[in-house]
């Protein structure tokens, strides 16, 4: 080989290394969580370097289906900007790429339509277009300029290129709708916890902090005050982030003051740096308190106890309205920044509203003259009075009797779950090779033998892998002969060199024949056989299989002779795993060989219950789908005849595993035993 050849290849490799870099950086920006605009600058910057292109763009949709230029690179290249009837074309191209069933397109230099409107490629360049498209909607398309010289395959490569990184920025939009859906779920949960907690008590304090803390967690601001109205002014009670209130602070004092006068105008006031708009006694005191807590923005909202809408009075009791004035004001500050978005504007309205009738429940239970008297001799009087003493006497027993019974009488303990009947003699068929489906020989319900051919798969990759092989094997072979007549007529150091050759080929023929072995055997893999003899349960093997790609290990279908024995098949809950386990040791203990018993009933005949004894308790748990984790239990029957005739593979059973005797009342409550010692006496541990 010459040094120029030499030079190729090594330019060559360190060209395909160059790429497979650009790739790793294409795959890790679509990954990460970085602003769009970054994302499309990082993700477009590296696909033109890769391709060795002219320039790119990447064209974003917005919300109503408009396109609109999100990143470029040498955009100016196209000359777009010169020519305004090859800018229109040009933007018909896209649209109608948009809105093609197909994602990737390569468009000749001065090619289109014969309308303006059929979209075309007016440039002197190779357009490569990728349309990035979610579940949800087509997010946008991506442009490479290319050099029109090349040759088709390399053409088609551009193509496969950019069809694979928009594969990479469909992966990043998506990850970003998941996102944006998960943090509205968030605040919605959010709002949730934050109604739920300010309406679980009637007592105005703990309300009142209750709104604080958790309305600054919902609007995340930086602090949420409460004030109520006492004597004509408004007194700070709650301030989120601190469990007292020191009154005769200053700042306190001034926000009080802001918070009387934004109640007496009754209209909210937000501030942020402009007071122009403002009333003068209110401007007087919002400027009092920002100069001295150099808050950045400060909103105030008047509490008042009833909203009354006009619209349900006609036009001649509207002036016999009286609205009832603020009881108190709620205030929001953000300490550093200035600028407020829609959004927290809208999550304050949401704060203030549910506020108001949270605090104004509070004061008026609390309004209730000797309430806190009344609420004692109500829980407690009337159940001694001699008329009531007897039945009080009378439950006390009761329940004094129950409670002795539930620590003392010791009661079956047994842990239900569901499963079926299946048979003992069935196995799953897996491909041991990855391919596509390309012959189905059977189908639901038919009778097969062990080594039946149930389908073949066919691997284009493999079968190229062959007969690569298969040519280097003969291109080997070749050199070896025409070496072998080399060294009859060669002298002797012009033999040892032969030789030497004569050896490497050798080897690279015993390695590429070990190479042949191999592909035979994962070749003979693509033609699957029956494990066992029985009957093919899987229903639409044509729906599931037929010209379907499968990989290595994937479950195809399920062979299994349900005329033979039946066996339980249970889905035990993992909760309950622990009680099982704790039995079967405490028996084994005494005997080794003590088996777990099972009670179950069938699902087609619930009034008979059969008996069953474990057989295998999996080690591992699974999810399959349902609500819950689970553990397989397998259980043979112990009276198999005493089945009913209708009994058959598949039918569902409800069976419950004997775990000794336990106190009735540990039987009855065991579950929410756990539930505390996991929630609560953890915490203390």
């Known amino acids: 080989m010459s040094s120029e050849q030499r030079y190729d290849a090594n330019m060559l490799e360190h060209t395909k290394q160059q790429i497979r870099v650009l790739v790793n950086e294409i795959a890790q920006v679509s990954r990460s969580d970085v602003a769009p605009d970054v994302f499309q600058a990082e993700f477009l910057t590296r696909v033109v370097r890769a391709l060795g292109a002219i320039g790119g763009a990447m064209w974003m949709t917005d919300e109503s289906g408009r396109l609109t230029l999100g990143y470029q690179v040498n955009l100016k290249e196209a000359k777009l900007h010169e020519d305004d009837e090859a800018n229109k074309v040009h933007s018909y191209l896209l649209y109608n790429t948009l809105r093609s069933s197909e994602n990737d397109l390569m468009i000749p230099p001065h090619s289109g339509g014969e309308g303006a409107n059929d979209g075309g490629n007016p440039t002197d360049f190779l357009l490569i277009l990728g349309v990035v498209q979610t579940e949800l909607e087509k997010v946008g398309v991506i442009e490479v300029f290319q050099r029109p010289d090349s040759n088709p395959a390399t053409q088609q490569g551009y193509l496969q290129f950019v069809r694979q990184v928009t594969r990479y920025a469909t992966e990043y939009y998506k990850n970003r709708q998941l996102k944006n859906f998960s943090d509205r779920q968030s605040l919605w949960t959010r709002l949730e916890d934050f109604t739920r907690n300010i309406h679980k008590t009637l007592d105005l304090r703990e309300t009142l902090y209750t709104v604080a803390n958790e309305g600054r967690r919902l609007i995340e601001c930086d602090r949420v005050s409460l004030a109520v109205m006492r004597g004509g002014r408004a007194k700070i009670e709650a301030v989120s982030g601190q469990d007292m209130v020191d009154k005769r602070s200053e700042t306190v004092k001034l926000l009080g003051d802001l918070a009387t006068a934004v109640v007496k105008a009754n209209e909210p006031m937000v501030y942020n740096g402009d007071s122009a708009n403002l009333a003068p006694q209110v401007e007087a005191a919002v400027e009092e308190y920002v100069d001295a807590s150099h808050t950045k923005t400060i909103a105030v909202y008047p509490l008042v106890a009833h909203t009354i809408d006009e619209k349900d009075y006609d036009e001649t009791e509207r002036d016999k309205l009286t609205i009832p004035p603020p009881f108190g004001a709620i205030v929001v500050e953000q300490i550093e920044d200035s600028n407020v978005s829609e959004h927290m504007m809208k999550r304050v309205e949401i704060v203030v509203e549910h506020a108001r009738v949270a605090v104004g429940n509070a004061i008026d239970h609390n309004s ?39 620590i003392f009488v010791p009661w079956n303990f047994n842990m239900h779950c569901d499963g079926s009947l299946e048979p003992v003699a069935r196995r799953n068929v897996f491909a041991r090779e990855a391919g596509k489906v390309d012959t189905l020989l059977v189908e639901h319900g038919q009778q097969v033998k062990k080594g039946d051919v149930l389908l073949v798969l066919s691997n284009n990759e493999l079968e190229a892998e062959r007969q690569k092989n298969d040519g280097e094997l003969n291109e080997v072979e070749k050199q070896i002969l025409a070496l072998k007549e080399q060294s009859y007529d060669a002298k002797d150091a012009e033999r040892i060199r032969i030789n030497g050759q004569l050896a490497q080929y050798t080897e690279r023929k015993q390695t590429l024949s070990i190479q042949r072995q191999i592909l035979n055997a994962r070749n003979d893999d693509l033609t699957v056989r029956a494990p066992i003899d029985g009957t093919v349960m899987t229903f639409q093997l044509e729906n599931t299989l037929k010209s379907r790609p499968v990989q290595p290990g994937q479950i195809l279908m399920e062979i299994a002779q349900p005329d033979g024995e039946l066996q339980l098949e249970l889905q035990m809950p993992e909760k309950y795993m622990g009680h099982i386990e704790d039995y079967k040791r405490k028996i084994q203990e005494q005997d080794a060989n003590a088996p777990l018993k099972v009670k179950f009933v069938m699902t087609v005949d619930p009034s008979n219950s059969h008996d069953a004894t474990v057989t295998e308790v999996h080690d591992r748990a699974e999810n399959r789908g349902a609500e819950e984790t689970t553990v397989e239990i397998l259980a043979s029957i112990d009276d198999k005849s005493d089945l009913p005739e209708a009994a058959s593979a598949g039918m569902g059973v409800s069976a419950k595993i004997y775990c000794g005797k336990r106190a009735l009342g540990y039987v009855c409550f065991n579950e929410l035993v756990a539930f505390l010692q996991r929630t609560v006496f953890f915490w203390f541990q």
């Open 368 to 406: 209730i003259f000797l309430a806190p008297l009344w609420q004692a001799i109500g829980k407690s009087k009337v159940l001694t009075t001699a008329r009531m003493l007897p039945k009080t006497i009378a439950v006390a027993l009761g329940v004094l009797a129950l409670i002795l019974a539930m």
